[in-house]
């Protein structure tokens, strides 16, 4: 079972200047239809505006994720991140004293605060609702189940599976170090664990999952995955079949991660990067003293699962060599 420290209701914390949730994530695919019967699949409630399609968690109002059609290969175009209404005048001040700030994404739908990123992406900052969970996340109640006394319900009985929120999003980049750096200095993200220059996890002190934003090496900038929390590993290993089912064979899981705890299984989507399915995730609470480790590169992947395919993580933002 995972860990569960001390949880506050999301309320912010006055003492840090931190942004609180991952609000939208943009980017753009050369077909949208594509993008429409992948997310479908996955459980997502997609809705066309376009030439694009804001996606929502069944039951949920927020837009996690805008997929935006561009006749380019896909691309990571920028990552929103939600601040409180109080810690805008010193973002704005910090962003303008560390000459970061850079004009709006001509893809951007909504005014806030713009900065560059360090590997290249710019980010935005807008004042909303803490939207990262506030709490460690509960498990799906037990279905009630017509095999009584048997413990597994039968294959007919299972319905779709669909994720409750945006966990978390894991970023390529080219400096491991320089990411958590920026993360820190400018974000107020803290370090949850790393793995060297390898692979490293932040979470936000206003308490988060483990990892509110990950990153992996690279030679260069791209999105590697989002992921999207489930009720136990029961559903993860339920999803899973359901995206093969749609045709969607490739993947990495069903397993277990050591850094977050958390059961796992990667969808390859379209353009070969992957959407998580995530259950029983670590939870960092604003009120916990989390020491961050750094672990051995066999430990920064998997506890137990199958063998990673090679392709789990290729860039296939970088350009294409000769």
């Known amino acids: 079972m995972a860990v569960t420290h001390s949880v506050q209701s999301g309320k912010r914390r006055d003492d840090v200047l931190a942004v609180h949730s991952i609000d939208t994530v943009v980017f753009t695919v050369p077909d949208i239809e594509e993008a429409v019967k992948f997310y479908t699949a996955f459980g997502m409630d997609v809705k066309r505006d376009g030439n694009a399609v804001n996606l929502f968690t069944v039951g949920h109002s927020h837009c996690w994720m805008r997929v935006i059609e561009n006749k380019q290969p896909k691309a990571l175009q920028f990552l929103t991140f939600g601040i409180y209404a109080e810690d805008e005048a010193a973002f704005k001040q910090k962003i303008e004293q560390l000459g970061l700030g850079c004009a709006p994404h001509p893809l951007a739908t909504r005014p806030g605060l713009w900065l560059k990123g360090p590997d290249g992406h710019p980010f935005q900052l807008v004042v909303s609702d803490k939207v990262s969970p506030s709490q460690k996340t509960p498990a799906t109640p037990a279905r009630a189940l017509a095999r009584q006394p048997a413990a597994a319900p039968a294959r007919s009985q299972i319905g779709k599976v669909h994720p ?11 400096s491991v170090s320089g990411l958590i750096d920026f993360c820190e200095a400018v974000l107020g993200l803290r370090l949850s664990d790393r793995s060297g220059d390898l692979v490293a996890f932040m979470h936000t002190p206003h308490g988060s999952d483990h990892h509110l934003l990950a990153c992996v090496h690279s030679e260069g900038p791209g999105l590697h995955h989002t992921s999207w929390d489930l009720g136990s590993v029961d559903e993860v290993g339920e999803a899973s079949e359901q995206m093969r089912n749609a045709g969607y064979a490739d993947g990495w899981g069903v ?30 609470s604003s009120e916990y003293p989390w020491t961050a480790g750094d672990y051995a590169p066999e430990d920064s ?3 137990w699962g199958p063998s990673v395919p090679e392709w789990f993580v290729a860039n296939t933002e970088l350009p294409a060599k000769n």
């Open 255 to 284: 397993g277990r991660h050591v850094l977050g705890s958390n059961y796992f299984y990667y969808v390859r989507d379209p353009w070969g990067s992957f959407a998580e399915y995530s259950a029983d995730i670590d939870f960092i």
């Open 164 to 174: 409750r929120w945006l966990s978390h999003v894991l970023l390529f980049t080219p």
């Open 301 to 303: 992947f998997y506890l």
